[in-house]
């Protein structure tokens, strides 16, 4: 009986725990503060006047040559403006946006491969893109 009885209770936990984990944004944190990886490509966005937007991409190296991101722009800088960019060696690239007034604005990057010596690199462009509507 006691085993049934924790099972059922064990059962209910885990349920609620994937409740609240289903409706809550995966990006989205209490503080005001929306993170943006390379997976949210396409996503769509939410955030208040004065909520801080950060953008992470990760880059990678494969092969001889590396796949580098470009800094993360905003199409509307009076909507969300940029307070930090910067890209790294190993060809990741991150911003910080600060929402600034009411509006939709695409954010967006882009990938492109950089060959080492004696690599080739294929001619192909990656665009990453997210929108955030503030309100």
Not at 25 to 37: K, Y
Request: glycine share 10%; net charge positive; proline share 6%.
């Amino acid at each position: 009986m006691k085993t049934t009885k924790y099972a059922a209770v064990a059962a209910t936990g885990l349920a609620l725990i994937a409740s609240a984990v289903a409706t809550t944004p995966a990006a989205a944190e209490p503080s005001g503060r929306i993170v943006l990886t390379n997976t949210e490509n396409g996503r769509s966005v939410h955030a208040k006047i004065g909520d801080t937007i950060e953008v992470r991409l990760t880059g990678y190296r494969d092969s001889g040559v590396t796949y580098s991101w470009s800094i993360p722009q905003s199409a509307e800088p009076q909507v969300l403006h940029r307070v930090a960019g910067a890209a790294k060696p190993d060809g990741g690239a991150s911003a910080v946006f600060h929402a600034e007034q009411e509006g939709t604005v695409t954010l967006s990057a882009a990938r492109a491969c950089y060959p080492g010596a004696g690599h080739g690199c294929p001619h192909v462009v990656t665009p990453w893109k997210a929108t955030a509507t503030v309100k």
